[in-house]
Nanobody, 121 residues
Framework: QVQLVESGGGLVQAGGSLTLSCAASGTIFGINAVGWYRQAPGKQRELVADITSGGSTKYSASVKGRFVIARDNGKSTTYLQMNSLKPEDTAVYYC???????????????WGQGTQVTVSS
């Protein structure tokens, strides 16, 4: 069974740092783009950062300069390093990956289960 599993969430004080991980498991032949999203209570899920298979990255304006997305293809894992955290970064963070599950390049999108990040003031 192909799946993405996030880890690394927790409680941190404002100004602190956390690093989230998103690991793919199961029979996959590669990973295309991966995105990190977050959803705060009462708000819509929003894209925070994404990274292509080639390593190109994009960030939302709210996190640019503070968050860094990176990937380790050998470990099928994508990371989100979050620095200078603010209370408004509090949310459930999800990763979404386009996983290559077929020998001829067929792929499908998968979401992780989410990990809670809480930033106290």
């Amino acid at each position: 069974q192909v799946q993405l599993v996030e880890s690394g969430g927790g409680l941190v004080q404002a100004g602190g740092s956390l690093t989230l991980s998103c690991a793919a498991s199961g029979t996959i032949f590669g990973i295309n783009a991966v995105g990190w999203y977050r959803q705060a209570p009462g708000k819509q899920r929003e894209l925070v950062a994404d990274i292509t298979s080639g390593g190109s990255t994009k960030y939302s304006a709210s996190v640019k300069g503070r968050f860094v997305i990176a990937r380790d293809n050998g470990k099928s894992t994508t990371y989100l390093q979050m620095n200078s955290l603010k209370p408004e970064d509090t949310a459930v963070y999800y990763c979404k990956g386009n996983l290559i599950t077929g020998l001829y390049g067929s792929w499908s999108s998968h979401w992780g289960q989410g990990t809670q990040v809480t930033v106290s003031s």
